[in-house]
């Protein structure tokens, strides 16, 4: 059965440190997203491309955290520099259908969690 | 603005109980989806069901049973004879019903069962 990769798992940083995840969605999925879940939260969402055109970043502190995908289809988050605040659960999620169409379920990597000391 | 409300934070059962989790939802669209996860402790979120705003016929698949009503703007999930292995936070979301939507989660309802 096909999943999302993620990695790393797990990442320890100090704050002002840079980070980056990587995300391989499932082969053939046009749409990916990064959603952030803080602790006792539910995962929001930081971005989300279509093929490699970013379709929504209103929500990714641009002034820290960046987000490619290059060739439409892996892609990586990056965070520069990291703080305390960033500590949670990034995770990917990618669907199958394009933008426009009749809605799509979106399936989850395993996610890295991320803690900054 | 979409929202979705689950109103209990933790429920804690005894293994073979049946246990209900409570999902109300808000939004101004017609049509739109919902969904549950769960996400146990090794932390990945895993799709459970989805269901349109056209379709409020219930759902069975093995133990678990979804309860839609859109009068009263729940989507309500049911595990019959629960078992240690569903203990695990479960999320409900809304989507709108066209593609490349982001998911609106809800907080999380934390299960836990015990043998």
């Known amino acids: 059965e096909a999943e999302v990769a993620q990695s790393p798992r797990y990442k320890i940083t100090e704050k002002s440190q840079a980070v980056a995840f990587w995300c391989d969605p499932i082969?053939?999925?046009?749409?990916l997203y990064w959603y952030r879940q803080i602790l006792g939260q539910g995962p929001e969402l930081l971005v989300q491309?279509?093929?490699?055109?970013?379709?929504?970043d209103s929500q990714l502190p641009k002034d820290r955290f960046s987000a490619e995908r290059l060739k439409g289809v892996d892609s990586t988050l990056k965070i520069q520099p990291a703080e305390l605040g960033d500590s949670a659960m990034y995770l990917c999620?990618?669907?199958?259908?394009?933008?426009?169409?009749?809605?799509?379920?979106?399936?989850f990597g395993p996610g890295t969690r991320l803690t900054v000391l | 603005a979409q929202k979705v409300t689950q109103a209990q934070t933790e429920i804690s059962v005894v293994e073979k109980e049946d246990v209900t989790l409570d999902c109300v939802y808000e939004?101004?669209?017609?049509?739109?989806?919902l969904f549950w996860y769960k996400q146990p402790p090794s932390g990945e979120l895993v799709f459970l069901i989805r269901?349109?705003?056209?379709?409020?016929q219930n759902e069975i698949s093995g133990r678990y049973s979804w309860n839609f009503q859109k009068s009263t703007s729940s989507f309500n999930f049911t595990i019959t004879a629960s078992q240690v292995v569903d203990s695990a936070v479960y999320f409900c979301?809304?989507?709108?019903?066209?593609?490349?939507?982001?998911?609106?989660f809800g907080k999380g309802t934390t299960l836990s069962v015990s043998s």
């Open positions: 999620a990618s669907s199958l259908v394009r933008v426009g169409a009749a809605t799509d379920t979106q399936y």
């Open positions: 082969s053939g999925h046009a749409t």
């Open positions: 491309f279509q093929d490699e055109s970013v379709v929504d």
């Open positions: 939004t101004r669209d017609t049509t739109y989806y």
């Open positions: 269901r349109n705003s056209f379709d409020e």
């Open positions: 979301a809304l989507s709108e019903y066209q593609a490349g939507t982001a998911l609106i």
